[in-house]
T-cell receptor, first 110, second 117 residues
Framework: GNSVTQMEGPVTLSEEAFLTINCTYTATGYPSLFWYVQYPGEGLQLLLKATKADDKGSNKGFEATYRKETTSFHLEKGSVQVSDSAVYFCALTKGYIPTFGRGTSLIVHP | GAGVSQSPRYKVAKRGQDVALRCDPISGHVSLFWYQQALGQGPEFLTYFQNEAQLDKSGLPSDRFFAERPEGSVSTLKIQRTQQEDSAVYLC???????????????FGPGTRLTVL
């Protein structure tokens, strides 16, 4: 079956540091890949997505590239802010049912 | 409202009680999903509606769980004879797509946190 593996959290960084959150997946065929973000007390929000190999999704300074050869979709940001503190979920969809990773908590200190 | 809303936001139930959780999707959204999110885990799929039709209920953990969307808009997730293992956050999401295309964005509600004592 499909699965998504994310790096364990929490990830703790100082403001303006570089962020990488690793995500790898297992799926047959060519799934679509997503990163969702969940701020405290709120629902999940789509952060970015990529629907085919070598696509790069980007939004709000975050980027992730769909790597078919390594089955990865790592999330990166060059300079994090305190307001980026949240839980980040990697997900894939094959058909209409998404499979989510466990989430990675990011804490950014001033 | 502009987004997906869920009520109640918090629900405490005694073991054995029945509960009903409501989801108001974004107006016009065809697809509606329910998920269960245990503490420290990602959301797990429960069931999927396209308009009023429940097309997939493969994720419902037992026959105590029942979902409906009778008019193709508001949906209710009902849990009968609640057990402690049902304690979780229940998320609802809606999507505009009509054909189950996997690249379409889902818009999530804030969730209902259910605690079963």
């Amino acid at each position: 079956g499909n699965s998504v593996t994310q790096m364990e959290g929490p990830v703790t960084l100082s403001e303006e540091a570089f962020l990488t959150i690793n995500c790898t997946y297992t799926a047959t065929g060519y799934p679509s890949l997503f990163w969702y973000v969940q701020y405290p007390g709120e629902g999940l929000q789509l952060l970015l997505k990529a629907t085919k190999a070598d696509d790069k999704g980007s939004n709000k300074g975050f980027e992730a590239t769909y790597r078919k050869e390594t089955t990865s979709f790592h999330l990166e940001k060059g300079s994090v802010q305190v307001s980026d503190s949240a839980v980040y979920f990697c997900a894939l969809t094959k058909g209409y049912i998404p499979t989510f990773g466990r989430g990675t908590s990011l804490i950014v200190h001033p | 409202g502009a987004g997906v809303s869920q009520s109640p936001r918090y629900k405490v139930a005694k073991r054995g009680q029945d509960v009903a959780l409501r989801c108001d999707p974004i107006s016009g959204h065809v697809s509606l999903f329910w998920y269960q999110q245990a503490l420290g885990q990602g959301p797990e799929f429960l069931t999927y509606f396209q308009n009023e039709a429940q097309l997939d209920k493969s994720g419902l953990p037992s026959d105590r769980f029942f979902a409906e969307r009778p008019e193709g808009s508001v949906s209710t997730l009902k849990i009968q004879r609640t057990q402690q293992e049902d304690s979780a956050v229940y998320l609802c999401a809606s999507s505009l797509d009509r054909g189950g295309r996997d690249y379409n964005e889902q818009f999530f509600g804030p969730g209902t946190r259910l605690t079963v004592l």
